[in-house]
T-cell receptor
Framework: DADVTQTPRNRITKTGKRIMLECSQTKGHDRMYWYRQDPGLGLRLIYYSFDVKDINKGEISDGYSVSRQAQAKFSLSLESAIPNQTALYFC?????????????FGEGSRLTVL | GQNIDQPTEMTATEGAIVQINCTYQTSGFNGLFWYQQHAGEAPTFLSYNVLDGLEEKGRFSSFLSRSKGYSYLLLKELQMKDSASYLCAGMDSNYQLIWGAGTKLIIKP
């Protein structure tokens, strides 16, 4: 089983619908992140959380919200999806205070908004 | 502003050597990362450099020059499975990663 699991892996929805992408991890890491990836662009940070009580906006948080339900769970919500939120979404984790701060990514959630 | 530049696409031959360059501008600097991403899959960590010089790890090596804001990833003895995108990312003074758009590496037999 993957250490960082995202559900759903694929989702097609309509404009205006509420969507939740879920992420759970078994690595025991404190830090969790949500990124989106679009063709021709680098990964862009949506939100990040350094522990259950710490939530921070990334560079593109508008139109998104998150919830850190537990150390192992971090969900991303689109309250009213729009077509330009069509993208590949990645959850990632990292360990606090390591030499490299290496990120461990989930397998991705491909979202299509019609 | 903060920026990471790397070539969009490169082509190389199986068994050969390829160098993927990356230039970066970040507000402060806490290291330079390289990740590999196969099509439709998650990025996976390859290397991290925070000091100038070359870090070697098997067939892959990564180089950093902080004074030039420059890094490269060197892949030797290329194999077909090395066909992937290679993502360069700089870590700024807030320990946030700034990502390049990735270099798609195509390996030909």
């Amino acid at each position: 089983d993957a250490d960082v699991t995202q559900t759903p892996r694929n989702r097609i929805t309509k404009t205006g619908k509420r969507i939740m992408l879920e992420c759970s991890q078994t690595k025991g890491h404190d830090r969790m992140y949500w990124y989106r990836q679009d063709p021709g662009l680098g990964l862009r940070l949506i939100y990040y959380s350094f522990d259950v009580k710490d939530i921070n906006k990334g560079e593109i948080s508008d139109g998104y919200s998150v919830s850190r339900q537990a150390q192992a769970k971090f969900s991303l919500s689109l309250e009213s999806a729009i077509p330009n939120q069509t993208a590949l979404y990645f959850c990632a984790t990292s360990e606090l205070d390591t030499d490299t701060g290496e990120l461990f990514f989930g397998e991705g959630s491909r979202l299509t908004v019609l | 502003g903060q920026n990471i530049d790397q070539p969009t696409e490169m082509t190389a031959t199986e068994g050969a050597i390829v160098q993927i360059n990356c230039t970066y501008q970040t507000s402060g600097f806490n290291g330079l990362f390289w990740y590999q991403q196969h099509a439709g899959e998650a990025p996976t960590f390859l290397s991290y450099n925070v000091l100038d010089g070359l870090e070697e790890k098997g067939r892959f090596s990564s180089f950093l020059s902080r004074s030039k804001g420059y890094s490269y990833l060197l892949l030797k003895e290329l194999q077909m499975k090395d066909s992937a995108s290679y993502l360069c990312a700089g870590m700024d003074s807030n320990y946030q990663l700034i990502w390049g758009a990735g270099t798609k590496l195509i390996i030909k037999p």
